[in-house]
């Protein structure tokens, strides 16, 4: 088990953004880039072009708006997670008009290059499932909820204090954790806000020592991913 501390060093702050950018590695295959981000109210991402991109937009506190070519207005909160196939190309901007949010983004590299662009929005009216995984995004034909262009399974939990649950596992895929926030231990090692615990195989059962929220990528490391994507590629 490897784990990544969160420290002041990897932030970057951008007027009213604050960036924690991580770049899980060669292991995690097609999992290229992980943001975590805080939004201060009024912040705004302007219009922009992905291509060759797929995201996850998942936000865990507040609110965040994404507004697409046509001027629609998605608001996007623990209740509403995101999925953009960029594809071809796909223009968006993002915005914090209401509240000061929390959001993670991550950019995984599709097996293909091109596509139709699409957008898929899952919604839940109970938001994050308590003591118990959420299978929020799976390769096409899979049956997950939202839909990746690459063999990357995607889960969330809300773990209350207390509670012990495994951690999702599948054969053949390397689990990718993050704390969102709360504190956990696995096997020892007590994770908080912002660290990230990884594994080639599978990772021990998690703890909860203060309620936590947890997201973890399932990914197939040795599926092969196209490096033309906007953010994916980098």
């Not at 506190?61 to 953009?84: C, F, I, W, Y």
Request: with cysteine; charged share 20%.
């Amino acid at each position: 088990m490897n784990v990544v501390r969160a420290h002041r060093g990897q932030l970057f702050e951008y007027g009213p953004f604050t960036i924690r950018r991580l770049r899980p590695g060669e292991r995690f295959g097609p999992l290229a880039i992980v943001d975590m981000t805080t939004l201060k109210l009024g912040a705004r991402i302007p219009m922009h072009e992905h291509v060759n991109d797929d995201i996850l937009s998942y936000v865990w506190r507040g609110s965040v708006q994404h507004t697409d070519v046509n001027g629609e207005r998605t608001p996007l909160s623990a209740k509403r997670v995101m999925v953009v196939n960029a594809g071809e190309g796909l223009r968006h901007e993002e915005s914090a008009p209401l509240i000061e949010a929390e959001v993670l983004q991550a950019f995984i590299r599709p097996a293909h290059a091109g596509g139709e662009a699409k957008t898929q929005l899952l919604e839940r009216a109970d938001g994050i499932a308590h003591n118990a995984w959420s299978w929020l995004a799976g390769p096409e034909g899979s049956g997950a909820p939202l839909t990746l262009r690459q063999a990357v399974h995607i889960y969330d939990i809300r773990l209350e204090r207390g509670s012990t649950l495994e951690v999702p596992t599948l054969p053949g895929f390397a689990p990718w954790l993050a704390v969102l926030d709360g504190v956990v231990n696995l096997v020892g090692q007590r994770l908080h806000k912002g660290d990230v615990a990884g594994d080639t195989d599978a990772l021990p059962a998690v703890t909860a020592e203060r309620d936590a929220t947890l997201i973890c990528f399932l990914v197939d490391a040795e599926a092969s991913g196209v490096m033309s994507g906007t953010v994916s590629g980098s």
